[in-house]
């Protein structure tokens, strides 16, 4: 079962004649809606394509009130998506929502939908982030009630779908610091605060954590200004190659994670350390990286013992990786093994600060 979400908005929708026929828009592009949604235009053109002659219609999306056959017209203008089509007289809930569109009582559209492609807005330290839906895969339309409960439980049907879409941050290709940008991720959260501007900086957010805190955040990667920094990239890609000991986020997450930051490598010309294709120097770049924070550290008294643990946790997971490439090399690839591991033992010192 698809991830499902529902939209409703007041919309042109109407009875026609007197054969069950209706029409109208069920959905409206370009306004922002009270989910904080923007349907952008072309949202609907590949569903209505592949999907058009599939697409059900219900009463009040409940897919046991099946009321009619798709519908006959379905398209996207410059206005939203129209529909036109004619109920089944003859079923019980045909007819009855056909009583109700011709008493002026149903007169509100709504889509059953699942979210392919989207993008999220950063609007600033004030109000949410907004959502801009391009593309969605289309299953269902439905005339609906108009009623404060009935949109209240819409609301919260899609609320409740989203929570789990914000684990792993959507990806969005962002200005570039210059490669040898200094990373200080504790300095960079200094500077941030409210789940928009957090949400900018990181690629997961612990989506039962509060998200205006910090804390709910992992992976940082970006300055406050949106920049992204190649060391925090390398750093957050070798925390990744740390598996269970670099960082603990849910196993389901770890793919929307690695595609937020592969993005990222791919705006400096690198692969990231999980692909086959990824060279040693991306290794050694990461590992790099993550020196570089922890020295760092030394000032910054902020940083904790659970950080650096972490931090060391990674740097010893990308050396396993780095050793089985060396392993499988023929001819084996020069690398000094002991200055990288000199590193790891230095990073065991700063637990004494």
């Not at 409206?28 to 059900?56: C, H, M, Q, S, W």
């Not at 439980?153 to 879409?165: N, P, Q, S, T, Y």
């Not at 900086?201 to 949106?226: I, R």
């Not at 991306?282 to 590992?287: I, K, P």
């Given at each position: 079962m698809?991830?499902?979400?529902y939209?409703?908005?007041p919309?042109?929708?109407?009875?026609?004649g007197d054969?069950?026929?209706y029409?109208?828009y069920f959905?409206?592009?370009?306004?922002l809606?009270?989910?904080?949604d923007?349907?952008e235009?072309?949202?609907?053109?590949?569903t209505?394509?592949?999907?058009?002659?599939?697409?059900?219609v219900?009463y009040a999306?409940?897919?046991t009130?099946l009321?009619?056959?798709?519908?006959?017209?379905?398209r996207?203008?410059?206005h939203?998506?129209?529909?036109?089509?004619?109920?089944v007289?003859?079923?019980?809930?045909?007819k009855?929502?056909w009583?109700l569109?011709?008493?002026?009582?149903?007169?509100?559209?709504?889509?059953?939908?699942?979210?392919?492609?989207?993008e999220?807005?950063n609007a600033?330290s004030i109000g949410?982030?907004?959502?801009h839906?391009?593309?969605?895969r289309l299953?269902?339309?439905s005339p609906?009630?108009l009623?404060?409960?009935?949109l209240?439980?819409?609301?919260?049907?899609?609320?409740?779908?989203?929570?789990?879409?914000?684990?792993?941050i959507p990806?969005?290709?962002?200005?570039?610091?210059p490669?040898?940008?200094?990373?200080d991720?504790?300095a960079?959260?200094?500077?941030?605060?409210?789940?928009?501007?957090?949400?900018?900086?990181?690629?997961?957010?612990?989506?039962e954590?509060?998200?205006?805190?910090k804390a709910?955040?992992?992976?940082p990667?970006?300055?406050a200004?949106g920049?992204?920094?190649?060391?925090g990239?390398?750093?957050?890609?070798?925390?990744?190659?740390?598996?269970?000991?670099?960082?603990?986020?849910?196993e389901?997450?770890v793919?929307?994670?690695?595609?937020h930051?592969?993005?990222h490598?791919?705006?400096?010309e690198k692969?990231?350390?999980?692909?086959?294709?990824?060279?040693l120097?991306?290794?050694v770049?990461?590992?790099q990286?993550?020196t570089?924070?922890l020295?760092?550290?030394r000032?910054?008294?902020?940083?904790?013992k659970?950080?650096?643990?972490?931090?060391?946790?990674?740097?010893?997971?990308?050396m396993?990786?780095?050793?089985?490439l060396?392993?499988?090399a023929t001819p084996?690839?020069?690398?000094?093994?002991?200055?990288?591991?000199r590193?790891?033992?230095?990073?065991?010192?700063y637990?004494?600060?």
């Amino acid at each position: 079962m698809p991830e499902m979400e529902y939209k409703i908005a007041p919309t042109e929708f109407k009875a026609v004649g007197d054969l069950g026929q209706y029409e109208g828009y069920f959905s409206v592009i370009g306004n922002l809606d009270d989910g904080n949604d923007i349907i952008e235009p072309g949202a609907f053109l590949k569903t209505i394509g592949e999907r058009g002659k599939r697409v059900k219609v219900f009463y009040a999306h409940d897919w046991t009130k099946l009321i009619g056959p798709p519908p006959t017209t379905l398209r996207e203008d410059s206005h939203g998506l129209f529909a036109a089509g004619q109920l089944v007289l003859d079923s019980f809930w045909g007819k009855e929502a056909w009583a109700l569109m011709k008493a002026n009582a149903l007169t509100e559209g709504s889509i059953g939908y699942e979210a392919v492609k989207f993008e999220f807005e950063n609007a600033g330290s004030i109000g949410p982030m907004i959502r801009h839906l391009k593309e969605v895969r289309l299953f269902e339309i439905s005339p609906v009630p108009l009623g404060m409960n009935a949109l209240t439980e819409i609301r919260a049907v899609k609320a409740a779908m989203l929570h789990g879409l914000k684990s792993a941050i959507p990806p969005k290709e962002t200005p570039k610091s210059p490669d040898d940008t200094a990373w200080d991720a504790a300095a960079v959260l200094r500077d941030v605060d409210g789940a928009q501007e957090l949400r900018l900086v990181h690629a997961w957010v612990d989506a039962e954590g509060d998200p205006d805190v910090k804390a709910s955040y992992k992976l940082p990667h970006h300055l406050a200004d949106g920049h992204v920094v190649w060391r925090g990239v390398a750093a957050s890609g070798a925390a990744l190659m740390g598996a269970r000991g670099g960082v603990t986020i849910p196993e389901a997450d770890v793919v929307g994670v690695k595609r937020h930051l592969a993005l990222h490598y791919k705006q400096f010309e690198k692969t990231p350390p999980w692909e086959e294709s990824a060279g040693l120097d991306v290794y050694v770049e990461a590992l790099q990286a993550i020196t570089r924070e922890l020295k760092e550290g030394r000032i910054l008294s902020a940083a904790s013992k659970e950080k650096v643990t972490s931090a060391i946790s990674a740097m010893q997971g990308a050396m396993e990786a780095l050793n089985a490439l060396l392993e499988a090399a023929t001819p084996p690839k020069a690398i000094d093994i002991a200055a990288l591991a000199r590193r790891v033992r230095l990073v065991g010192q700063y637990l004494t600060y």
